[in-house]
């Protein structure tokens, strides 16, 4: 009966829409206790159930019900929304560790719910990323078992999905503490790999210890190798690690040494907000998260622009304008829907540094292309008399937007390069201003 109710309301939340102030008599303090906050949003349960029963979602400071308590789970994510569960998982060894029956909403701050796909069983989510961490059971076998044996133990293995769902990494994470598996710094995670049940007794931990430590980015990849016995991070894109030989016997641990990561995969301090935020918004393409302090090229810059373009109307570009020195995708795309024409006699220069003031021409007419023109205006930079005439009004426009500002001193440098982190945090800027 409890299900049957359950999945009624829910069903009832998704039909509606929006449920701005789902109000159960208001939120009463006495009523319910807090699980988890973020500001005036706060994860709750009633008062009248066991802790960790079911889960709802209340504003304290308007002391209204965004969400009832009617779920089993309830995980803060980025973005200002929150991921619920209906159904729960009976953990090993007590059941099987999964669940067919599993439902998954996204709520938003303002009570729109959505049902949303996810294959797995979700066990956490990273609150700053919304990354989100799925299990499975699995059998670990003891390592000098023959293959075929049942001499070992049952365990989880972990798969990572980002914060529009999608699969950074597949079921090889394996990790003993699942609030570590999903702690991300500096847009870096440690997690663990392949742990081995070891045969002996008095191996360090005993039986269920093991695996070696790597650390992955916001796309998954692998920036230090899985190799380590141990690994933590000092900060400033600097671990330390240590291997340990055999079974760790006294005398064979090897020394800690730290890794730097490479300057390159990191944006300025200025910058690093912007970029990981368009990391995560899966703006920036493959090719351009490393080396952000290098100017970036026409051609990178339309790939910028044509994936946030498609980004924001969800569909694809179908426009085509050809160049007879470029075959590139995305500056056909832009060049098929006017952001981009080209310099002059049918070419484009793909490969030519992008500098400031066509930075700033793309980025208009790319707010324009999107159905929101920029609104005239004057630059009022010191050095806009070296300014292409061509180029003055959508200084101004991008200036005034907030979108393109200057370098300081009051100087804009108009024929200056444009670095592909520069070219990153105006996107944000642009996306910020037309959402």
């Given at each position: 009966m409890r299900k049957i109710l359950i999945g009624f309301l829910a069903a009832l939340l998704v039909l509606c829409?929006?449920?701005?102030?789902?109000?159960l008599d208001g939120y009463n303090p006495h009523d319910f206790y807090p699980h988890e906050s973020?500001?005036?949003?706060?994860?709750?349960?009633?008062?009248?159930?066991?802790?960790?029963?079911?889960?709802?979602?209340?504003?304290?400071?308007?002391?209204e019900v965004i969400a009832p308590c009617v779920y089993d789970a309830m995980y803060f994510m980025s973005?200002?929304?929150?991921?619920?569960?209906?159904?729960?998982?009976?953990?090993?060894?007590?059941?099987?560790?999964?669940?067919?029956?599993?439902?998954?909403?996204?709520?938003?701050?303002?009570g729109r719910v959505t049902p949303v796909h996810i294959d797995g069983n979700v066990c956490g989510v990273d609150p700053e990323t919304?990354?989100?961490?799925?299990?499975?059971?699995?059998?670990?076998?003891?390592?000098?078992?023959?293959?075929?044996?049942?001499?070992?133990?049952?365990?989880y293995v972990y798969a990572l999905l980002d914060n529009h769902y999608q699969p950074v990494v597949d079921y090889i994470l394996d990790q003993a503490h699942l609030h570590r598996v999903l702690e991300f710094r500096d847009g870096m995670a440690v997690i663990?790999?392949?742990?081995?049940?070891?045969?002996?007794?008095?191996?360090?931990?005993?039986?269920?210890?093991?695996?070696?430590?790597?650390?992955?980015?916001?796309?998954?990849?692998?920036?230090?190798?899985?190799?380590?016995?141990?690994?933590?991070?000092?900060?400033?894109?600097?671990?330390?690690?240590?291997?340990?030989?055999?079974?760790?016997?006294?005398?064979?641990?090897?020394?800690?040494?730290?890794?730097?990561?490479?300057?390159?995969?990191?944006?300025?301090?200025?910058?690093?907000?912007?970029?990981?935020?368009?990391?995560?918004?899966?703006?920036?393409p493959v090719n351009l998260q490393s080396d952000?302090?290098?100017?970036?090229?026409?051609?990178?810059?339309?790939?910028?622009?044509?994936?946030?373009?498609?980004?924001?109307?969800?569909?694809?570009?179908?426009?085509?304008?050809?160049?007879?020195?470029?075959s590139d995708a995305w500056v056909e795309k832009l060049g098929g829907i006017g952001v981009v024409s080209g310099t002059g006699n049918g070419a484009f220069s793909p490969d030519a540094p992008l500098n400031r003031e066509q930075a700033a021409v793309i980025l208009a007419n790319l707010s324009a292309a999107l159905g929101q023109p920029l609104a005239a205006a004057s630059a009022n930079f010191a050095d806009t008399a070296s300014?292409?005439?061509?180029?003055?009004?959508?200084?101004?426009?991008?200036?005034?937007a907030g979108i393109l500002n200057g370098i300081g001193n009051n100087l804009f440098a108009p024929k200056a390069t444009y670095t592909?982190?520069?070219?990153?945090?105006?996107?944000?800027?642009?996306?910020?201003?037309?959402?």
């Open positions: 829409g929006t449920m701005s102030a789902y109000a973020k500001g005036d949003i706060s994860i709750v349960c009633p008062n009248d159930q066991m802790p960790g029963e079911m889960y709802g979602l209340v504003n304290t400071a308007t002391r973005g200002g929304k929150v991921l619920a569960v209906q159904g729960k998982v009976i953990p090993l060894p007590f059941g099987t560790g999964e669940a067919d029956d599993l439902q998954y909403f996204e709520i938003d701050y303002n919304g990354y989100i961490i799925l299990s499975k059971p699995k059998f670990f076998p003891h390592f000098q078992a023959p293959a075929d044996a049942s001499d070992g133990v049952w365990g663990r790999t392949g742990r081995t049940f070891w045969a002996s007794s008095d191996a360090p931990g005993g039986i269920g210890t093991g695996g070696l430590f790597g650390v992955i980015d916001l796309t998954g990849t692998f920036v230090i190798p899985p190799e380590y016995n141990m690994l933590q991070y000092l900060g400033n894109g600097i671990f330390e690690a240590r291997t340990i030989a055999g079974n760790g016997a006294p005398g064979q641990d090897g020394p800690f040494i730290t890794i730097p990561l490479h300057p390159s995969k990191w944006p300025s301090g200025w910058a690093q907000a912007a970029v990981e935020s368009a990391l995560l918004q899966r703006l920036v952000y302090t290098k100017p970036i090229t026409r051609a990178e810059f339309c790939a910028l622009a044509g994936t946030l373009y498609e980004k924001i109307t969800g569909d694809a570009i179908e426009a085509r304008m050809t160049f007879t020195d470029c300014a292409a005439d061509w180029a003055l009004p959508a200084i101004g426009q991008t200036q005034a592909r982190e520069q070219s990153i945090v105006t996107m944000v800027n642009l996306s910020a201003f037309l959402q």
